[in-house]
């Protein structure tokens, strides 16, 4: 018997093998393969481009037959990760709940203010930070991902290496789902020249990817808003965080002043668009709003807008605005405990100097700070802002269709 076989019903212990593939030198592809010797190299090289390229995706399951190399990749996801042992001194939400307001279930923002447990000093000693929790993500001018809430946000401790969001591409045993696992028939047909698929309904449902857009407009000194999505009785010129944008697509939509605002201000004319004399701003029908932005000039102390025509955006921007006062509020109480004593970390400074230049006439500055830079222009890429900006992120799923790129797991 040659030393290299086996015995019956045990590994020989003399025989000596050796691994050729070394899993740091294989690559992306080549790693999350586990018919790597049956793939051709230039598939195998293909294959590894996809992976970069590929969204997450509605339907994706756990591969059946895998590397064990997924859960070692799901570590470097989108996601919101505590990277130290924290106390948590604050959680603040971008739109905190207030009485007689519209309630935002899903905050687009959430800033975790917490003191580093994991540092050897004393605890008035130890460095606070701030951890800034986006619940979407995109690294594309068109895909992206909502991330999902992991419920880890519990209690007054945090543990280092807490995932807080992730996305929906690893699931509870923690294993990296980049595909959909499903029933493929080899055939000669016309569809699947130039590697093309044939796929079904529900196939084409099951891959839908997130598509993340964003929209801006504004008014104010030109132009004012239309009701595109009130009553006679409630003024509302966008859809809020959570509806969904009008079977149409628009958006919003403005108006410019004219001499005949009497008739062209009325309750109906108001809720009318008129593609011929409005300015109408579109985005895919259906998609969920998932986060809005108003800038104003706080500065402004008069307006040309009738009055209750911009309660809505006023109540955006209001709430913003409570969201960084209450950042400062805690960083006063945190100086007043710590004294000179108190260390922040680079970006806990940096957060806290974002929100004093938010709310520079707030007299909650003149308390924290007497460097006073004077008057505060308000600008947008060196153009002066208008009286309302408004920016307004939406996302849907978009169902697979012509054009989209589908491969196997050899990059076939």
């Known amino acids: 018997m040659s030393k290299k076989e086996n015995y019956v019903g045990k590994v020989n212990p003399h025989a000596k093998t050796t691994n050729e593939l070394h899993e740091e030198m294989v690559g992306l592809g080549a790693n999350l393969n586990p018919f790597l010797s049956e793939t051709s190299a230039s598939r195998s090289s293909m294959n590894n481009k996809f992976y970069g390229q590929c969204p997450p995706i509605e339907g994706a399951t756990k591969r059946r037959i895998f590397t064990g190399a997924e859960y070692e990749y799901a570590k470097y996801v989108f996601s919101v990760t505590m990277e130290v042992d924290a106390e948590i001194i604050a959680v603040i939400p971008k739109y905190g709940q207030t009485l007689g307001q519209v309630t935002i279930e899903n905050n687009p923002q959430i800033i975790i203010i917490y003191q580093d447990m994991s540092d050897d000093r004393s605890t008035i000693q130890r460095p606070v930070g701030v951890l800034e929790i986006n619940t979407y993500v995109t690294n594309h001018k068109m895909f992206g991902a909502i991330l999902e809430d992991m419920n880890a946000l519990k209690g007054k401790y945090i543990k280092a290496g807490t995932i807080l969001y992730q996305v929906p591409s690893v699931d509870s045993d923690g294993s990296f789902n980049y595909g959909m696992e499903t029933n493929v028939a080899f055939m000669t047909l016309p569809g699947v020249t130039e590697d093309g698929f044939i796929v079904s309904e529900t196939f084409a ?173 308000h600008t947008y890429r060196n153009y002066p802002l208008d009286e309302y900006r408004i920016e307004i992120v939406y996302g849907y799923k978009t169902k697979v269709k012509p054009g989209f790129k589908a491969s196997t797991c050899h990059g076939g």
């Not at 958006?251 to 109408?280: E, I, P, Q, W």
């Open 205 to 377: 449902e099951k891959a839908s990817p997130t598509v993340i857009g964003r929209r801006t407009i504004s008014f104010g000194n030109n132009q004012y808003p239309l009701n595109m999505y009130g009553d006679d009785k409630q003024y509302k010129i966008f859809p809020d965080i959570g509806d969904h944008i009008r079977e149409d697509g628009l958006l919003f939509a403005t108006r410019d002043y004219s001499d005949f605002d009497v008739a062209y201000m009325s309750a109906k004319a108001l809720r009318n668009y008129s593609r011929d004399f409005d300015t109408g701003v579109f985005a895919p029908p259906g998609a969920e709003i998932l986060d809005i932005t108003i800038l104003k000039d706080p500065k402004v102390r008069s307006t040309k807008l009738p009055v209750g025509m911009a309660n809505q955006a006023d109540q955006y921007f209001i709430r913003h605005r409570n969201f960084y006062v209450q950042a400062l509020e805690q960083y006063r109480a945190l100086y007043k405990s710590h004294g000179k004593g108190l260390i922040l970390t680079e970006e806990c400074t940096r957060f806290f100097y974002e929100c004093l230049q938010a709310v520079p006439d707030h007299p909650l500055v003149d308390k924290i700070t007497n460097d006073r830079t004077g008057s505060i222009n």
